[in-house]
């Protein structure tokens, strides 16, 4: 399988989206995701109203998977409770690891179904998890 074989409509579209890249002012929580095997690097920003992701945006470089794989993610969150957010970093992990996945469940994820066959792509994995585990890793102690 080569690379751009899943460089689908839907992944290209999203890594030149530039809606969900921007600074935010005055983030509840950020951090810092870092994946040296293809130098991407995002920050992370999200604004909490109680337990609900009120709004997110990351800034950063990297590889058009890592990009498009944060902005999906962006998309899916935002306006989910903290729990619901990370229900989804499971689910998105678990299908990228190849893990058996209810239908249902990866309907959930939306656009972000296009990156299942970065699984087939050992090399690539860490580009379109990277935002999933920082957003893991910001949320840990919520
Ligand atoms: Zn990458």
């Given at each position: 399988m080569d690379l751009k074989d899943i460089y689908t409509e839907v992944i290209m579209e999203h890594s030149k989206n530039k809606k969900n890249k921007k600074p935010m002012e005055n983030p509840t929580l950020s951090e810092l995701g870092h994946n040296p095997s293809c130098g991407d690097e995002i920050t992370l920003n999200i604004k909490l109203n109680g337990d609900i992701i009120e709004d997110a945006s990351f800034e950063g470089i990297g590889c058009a998977i890592s990009q498009a794989s944060t902005s999906m993610m962006i998309d899916l969150i935002k306006g989910k409770t903290i729990d619901e957010a990370k229900d989804l970093v499971a689910t998105f992990l678990g299908m990228i690891k190849g893990d058996t996945i209810d239908e249902k469940d990866l309907d959930k994820l939306d656009d972000a179904?296009?990156?299942?066959?970065?699984?087939?792509l050992p090399a690539r994995v860490k580009c379109a998890v990277l935002a999933w585990h920082t957003l893991d890793e910001l949320l840990k102690d919520k």
């Open positions: 179904i296009a990156l299942q066959n970065v699984s087939k």
